[in-house]
């Protein structure tokens, strides 16, 4: 059965620091593009990261750059972010989605998401 799930997700404060995993089962890892996503209530769903096939080119939103960071872990198949310096405006549902290229908007799985609440 081709799943992904996140974990990783939970309740941190302002400045603090998550980091969410990604991990893969029925399919491998490595050669898909892995993104992730995130909404807040109210809000629309908005890219997050991506990490491409083979590892080639990571891709951040502006809001997050130079405080996440996206990883592989191939021998345990599974896909991290990391998130440091939170802030209350990252509080929202992510989700991981797997794909053929990172500038898609065709994602073939997805996950069931990870709650992370930043608040003081």
């Known amino acids: 059965q081709v799943q992904l799930v996140e974990s990783g997700g939970g309740l941190a404060q302002p400045g603090g620091s998550l980091r969410l995993s990604c991990a893969a089962s029925?399919?491998?890892?490595?050669?898909?593009?892995i993104g992730w996503f995130r909404q807040a209530p109210g809000k629309e769903r908005e890219g997050v990261s991506c990490i491409s096939g083979g590892d080639v080119s990571t891709y951040y939103t502006e809001s997050v750059k130079g405080r996440f960071t996206i990883s592989r872990d191939k021998a345990k198949n599974t896909v991290y972010l990391q998130m440091n310096s939170l802030k209350p405006e990252d509080t929202a549902a992510y989700y991981c989605?797997?794909?053929?290229?990172?500038?898609?908007?065709?994602?073939?799985?997805w996950g069931q998401g990870t709650q992370v609440t930043v608040s003081s």
């Open positions: 029925g399919f491998t890892l490595d050669y898909y593009a």
């Open positions: 989605a797997a794909s053929h290229a990172c500038r898609t908007t065709s994602w073939a799985y």
